[in-house]
């Protein structure tokens, strides 16, 4: 899974910034693209909420980065178009790809999982295709309709 502070201790947004102005972006087009990003950024907020209050009404336990406790991770600040969700194995600060089979075994079983039950309760998800960034994990697009 990328780290979501990739870009420096500042933060994503502060790297983003960094790196669109370097790119030629005025201040002004720079600004605006971090407002839009924001505005869905607050979007996805209100359904990760809902995808983590499922997941645990499921059963599933949420990742706690701060213990390194297993369970679902949401992300919804990476990606314009949804919500993140990765499997983490106690101990892991965050999700990652270690390379070992074990790890990489229950990560694909409980990704797999993880969909499976929100695609069941009525969200938009798929699996991330193994050509892409975040291979595996679960992007959630949608939540349930209302009844």
């Known amino acids: 899974m990328s780290d979501p502070f990739l870009f420096g201790e500042d933060g994503l947004d502060a790297g983003l910034r960094r790196c669109l102005l370097q790119a030629g972006?005025?201040?002004e087009a720079v600004d605006q693209r971090l407002a839009e990003r924001e505005q869905r950024i607050a979007g996805w907020a209100s359904l990760a909420d809902l995808v983590g209050d499922t997941l645990l009404d499921a059963g599933f336990p949420?990742?706690?980065p701060t213990t390194a406790s297993g369970g679902f991770h949401l992300n919804h600040i990476l990606y314009?178009?949804?919500?993140?969700?990765?499997w983490a194995l106690p101990g892991e600060r965050v999700?990652?790809?270690d390379n070992d089979p074990f790890h990489d075994a229950v990560e694909q079983i409980m990704n797999s999982a993880l969909c499976a039950i929100l695609t069941a309760t009525g969200y938009t998800a798929h699996l991330i295709p193994d050509d892409q960034d975040d291979a595996g994990c679960v992007m959630v697009v949608a939540g349930p309709a209302e009844p």
């Open 80 to 86: 314009d178009e949804g919500v993140l969700v990765d």
């Open 62 to 64: 949420q990742h706690d």
């Open 25 to 27: 972006l005025s201040q």
């Open 95 to 97: 999700p990652t790809a």
